[in-house]
């Protein structure tokens, strides 16, 4: 069978967590999830939702997921979508989901009018980065990602 891809549903929540503690276990992240199903729950599906998923399924099984949100290129002009976290399962890998995922995800920014489609990668996930290498990215070397959060995030907003 093919790799189909599909929007999320609220059902979905259950997957979608489990997708994120096994990625976050992959990415040896696991100490840094905070996320839960209620939470997931709000986010996505709520009132006014942060972000979207795709599921990929094989054979009527969820193998894999993509989280995915608007953001917007001031020198474009016109919005993006970010990748946050794309995840296939170990056992299904090889079977086109990523790919299958990705081409999803360009073929909704072409349908919003992104400017682009972009991702974080940590540098240690050489066989990440040599299949999105295949697939025509490019690294953005030149740039540093900063964060502010905790303690941090909260003494800034303090400031003003």
């Known amino acids: 069978m093919s790799v189909i891809i599909r929007e999320a549903v609220p059902a979905d929540i259950g997957t979608i967590h489990v997708f994120i503690l096994a990625l976050a276990d992959y990415?040896?992240?696991?100490?840094?999830?905070?996320a839960d199903r209620a939470g997931l729950d709000k986010y996505l599906f709520?009132?006014?939702?942060?972000?979207?998923?795709?599921?990929?399924?094989?054979a009527g099984q969820a193998i894999g997921f993509?989280?995915?949100?608007?953001?917007?290129?001031t020198f474009e002009g016109r919005p993006g979508v970010y990748l946050?976290?794309?995840f296939v399962i170990p056992e299904a890998r090889g079977l086109g989901?990523?790919?299958a995922l990705l081409s999803r995800l360009a073929q909704i920014a072409l349908e919003r009018d992104c400017a682009r489609l972009e991702w974080w990668v940590?540098?240690?996930?050489?066989?990440?980065?040599a299949f999105y290498r295949?697939?025509?990215?490019r690294p953005m070397d030149e740039w540093t990602v900063q964060r502010v959060d905790g303690d941090a995030l909260n003494a800034l907003a303090a400031i003003g």
């Open 27 to 34: 990415e040896k992240l696991s100490h840094e999830v905070r």
């Open 46 to 58: 709520g009132p006014r939702p942060m972000a979207e998923v795709l599921i990929a399924e094989n």
């Open 66 to 73: 993509a989280l995915f949100f608007h953001n917007f290129s």
């Open 84 to 86: 946050e976290d794309l």
């Open 97 to 99: 989901a990523g790919k």
């Open 122 to 129: 940590l540098d240690w996930n050489a066989p990440s980065i």
């Open 134 to 137: 295949s697939l025509g990215a």
